[in-house]
């Protein structure tokens, strides 16, 4: 090829794509119920593209430098990926073209699934929030370039001025995070496959090259973790060929590798040996490189794409010139795709200023990369008063009052090995088998009914002046009223209250705890068309007063049936928060953890007598390195059993994990020592049974049998045979029959049939073990 041009001096490696006011979601969403054309769906993407690329433009990326890169995706990256290459499961082949491509409708079918069609599988990505799509690849795979939309939308962005740079999943990764086919041979893995992708990349590279792109991005942050179960000398040896192979293509774009989440480590030399034009680097999650040397371009990212605090300029600066020490080449990104943030904290009215000033979301990252790749190319003098600036707000941060709490401080550092533990447990089931008298295969909900538009248009009113607290609390008691009601209907064994007052399961509590703010409009993708606001934690962490006591009181009054009460657990609450980076987690967990340890007592002497502690992202922090794994599960299942060890032995602790790989986390499951574990686990069909049975689990455990993520009712035979596989392996009187997650995101006519049939197959198992 010919000799490379030049690398942007500063660049990001994605930005929000779901919309500013959320935009994509409305439109997909509405596509989905048939209310809006594919040529429309494709119109709202065109102009959000558009206006991403202006509104990077004016934060100081370049129009035609390839710094602004082209990272769009309808539902997610990955299965971007998988359908670029041809990736499709058997069981959708169906939906593909004669020419093997696959429209809107069928792309969507693949992530959402469709009559007897299971999803594709889903999982988090890395140790983010996000969830990606789990492509399925074996020996029956044909690879082949099944999909042009990268191309057009690289030369949308040509024909409008700009040269952006097309992003893509890197095929080691890709790779990786597949799994094998329903027809692939025991032993087979999908990087067995490295082989027959590249050609397809390269083809890739060639047409991106015709369309006018200069630089490609290839992601591959499957090179820092430690967690993907194949061989770091077969990753190692893989990556080497494919990047061998690409690099010497004969026309292709010059190749930007990335690999954002933590350290290259051992694999950077081996990039640094292939023709490979530049490589990404964390430096916010990672560590500064040694003993390498390159002409090669660094990009360092400095900017931490993961959070939204400001930083500390000077220190960022101060990396990228230590960069300098292994290759003349050197610039500046974020350390991540900013999709991990909200657009733009200025658009925050709920924010005080003091606070703002001391945050960066993406518009601000992209000013800040845009700074410091000033400061490269003309010194740091040229960029002096934005770095004082930061230092600034550093300091203010420090000093500001409800940082540092005192009498929180006091009880975290008074604590003993008393506060972590409860009694033996075959003392506590006997307790609990006479306080709740449940039957064979007890059956709940995992806490959430559907959050219908009335009781959105209820909190809006209650928000806008136009309802009073008293008539809003009038009518999520008639709400959860009717919730209880349909239960006992359907005939669940433990009931809930169904959240209709919560807006978030992290939101809520942080609305309600000292140390958090909110957000208006910070919304985050956490899964295809599904946002959060993930809170912001800024300040040491207490209790003010009670929070769900008085909702769950009053649901208990409903019935004669348990009714659990609902909180959200430490871990989570950190995960899906903005946390503050100035503190130790653990010492922030245990701040959190005592806030609901204090909830739960209240709810204990409330009558409540089962408390359910959702740790959903348990699995999702465990650090991507492994020497980092046993202080994280220390804290971590320390802090779960800090909120729920002050409970009475007849007191049944729940807790509920869903879509990550249990496996690797299932000793830290059992040593949070709750009474019941909730786990995600029909759309892998009981792929952690094995796991469970293995590991000699001992309490009880209720595997999913109903996949929320999906608009799919899973027939009665569906429901039974997933029931049948947990029972084969693991000891009768331990499990439970439940959902995958709260039943939030569906409709009540899905959720109604299939809460049915769950009862429906539930009885067929007892009736066939004679019970």
Not at 298 to 325: K, M, Q, T
Not at 401 to 406: L, Q
Request: charged share 25%; hydrophobic share 40%.
């Amino acid at each position: 090829m010919t000799k490379s041009p030049a690398f942007p001096t500063g660049t990001i490696l994605g930005y929000p794509r779901i919309g500013r006011r959320r935009e994509l979601k409305k439109a997909v969403e509405s596509f989905w119920a048939g209310t809006t054309s594919a040529a429309e769906l494709e119109a709202t993407a065109a102009d959000l593209r558009r206006v991403t690329r202006e509104r990077l433009l004016a934060l100081g990326l370049g129009r035609t430098d390839s710094s602004i890169p082209e990272a769009f995706s309808f539902y997610d990256q990955v299965l971007d990926a998988a359908v670029t290459v041809g990736a499709i499961p058997t069981r959708f082949q169906r939906l593909v073209a004669d020419d093997g491509s696959i429209d809107l409708a069928g792309y969507f079918t693949i992530a959402r699934g469709e009559g007897g069609d299971t999803p594709a599988e889903m999982t988090k990505w890395f140790d983010t929030n996000y969830h990606y799509l789990v492509p399925e690849i074996g020996p029956e795979t044909t690879l082949h370039l099944a999909s042009d939309r990268l191309l057009r939308e690289v030369a949308e962005a040509t024909a409008s001025g700009f040269r952006t740079r097309p992003v893509i999943v890197g095929p080691v990764t890709l790779l990786l995070l597949s799994k094998a086919s329903e027809e692939a041979p025991e032993g087979y893995q999908p990087l067995d496959r490295l082989d027959d992708l590249i050609p397809v990349y390269a083809e890739l590279l060639a047409a991106l090259t015709a369309v006018g792109a200069e630089w490609v991005q290839l992601d591959e942050p499957a090179l820092v973790s430690e967690s993907i179960e194949v061989d770091r000398a077969v990753v190692l040896a893989a990556t080497q060929r494919a990047y061998d192979l690409l690099g010497n293509a004969a026309v292709r774009p010059s190749i930007f590798v990335s690999a954002p989440y933590g350290s290259l480590d051992d694999a950077l030399p081996v990039l640094i040996g292939t023709p490979v034009e530049a490589i990404g680097i964390d430096l916010v999650k990672g560590d500064l490189p040694s003993g390498v040397t390159t002409d090669k371009v660094l990009v360092g990212g400095v900017v931490d794409g993961h959070n939204i605090w400001r930083g500390n300029l000077e220190a960022g600066l101060a990396s990228l010139e230590a960069l300098r020490a292994l290759s003349p080449n050197v610039a500046v990104s974020s350390s991540t795709s900013l999709f991990h943030t909200p657009h733009d904290v200025t658009d925050e009215p709920l924010l005080s200023d003091q606070l703002k000033s001391w945050l960066a979301f993406a518009d601000q990252k992209v000013a800040q990369v845009a700074t410091l790749a000033k400061g490269l190319v003309d010194g740091k003098g040229a960029i002096q008063a934005e770095l004082d600036a930061a230092s600034t707000a550093l300091i203010d941060r420090q000093h500001a009052e409800g940082v540092r709490d005192a009498a929180v401080r006091t009880r975290v550092a008074g604590l003993t090995a008393a506060d972590f533990s409860r009694g033996d447990y075959d003392q506590r089931l006997a307790a609990q088998d006479a306080a709740l008298d449940l039957p064979f295969l007890p059956t709940t909900t995992i806490g959430s009914f559907p959050q219908t538009g009335d009781i959105r248009r209820q909190r809006a009113a209650l928000v806008a002046g136009r309802l009073s607290e008293d008539g809003y609390k009038q009518a999520m008691r008639d709400e959860i009223k009717r919730v209880v009601d349909l239960q006992e209907e359907i005939g669940l064994d433990v009931l809930v209250h169904g959240e209709p007052e919560r807006n978030d399961m992290v939101q809520y509590f942080a609305e309600n705890l000292d140390g958090f703010a909110v957000t208006q409009n910070g919304w985050v993708q956490s899964y295809g068309s599904r946002c959060t606001r993930p809170s912001i934690l800024w300040g040491d962490v207490s209790r003010p007063a009670p929070i769900t006591v008085e909702w769950s009181a009053y649901t208990q009054s409903l019935t004669q049936k348990p009714v659990k009460g609902m909180l959200t657990g430490p871990v989570t609450i950190l995960a899906w928060s903005f946390v503050r980076d100035d503190q130790p987690l653990r010492d922030t967990a245990n701040q959190v953890a005592l806030a609901l340890r204090d909830e739960i007592d209240d709810l204990e002497n409330a009558g409540i007598g089962i408390i359910q502690v959702d740790e959903p992202a348990l699995r999702e922090l465990l650090p991507l390195k492994k020497k980092d794994h046993e202080d994280y599960l220390d804290w971590s299942v320390g802090s779960f059993r800090l909120a729920t060890a002050g409970v009475a032995d007849r007191t049944q602790i729940h807790t509920h994990l869903c879509y990550s790989e249990f496996g690797v986390v299932i000793d830290a499951i059992n040593r949070l020592d709750a009474d019941v574990t909730s786990i995600e686990a029909a759309r892998s069909r009981m792929e952690v049974v094995p796991d469970i049975e293995s590991s000699g689990f001992g309490r009880g455990i209720g595997p999913g049998v109903y996949d929320i993520h999906s608009p799919r009712i899973p027939s009665v035979s569906e429901v039974s045979e997933l029931i049948d596989i947990a029972l084969g392996s693991i000891p009768e009187r331990q499990v439970w029959v439940n959902p995958d997650c709260g039943l939030k995101t569906r409709g009540y006519d899905e959720t109604v049939e299939s809460l049915k049939n769950i009862i429906e197959a539930t009885r067929a198992a007892r009736a066939k073990a004679g019970v």
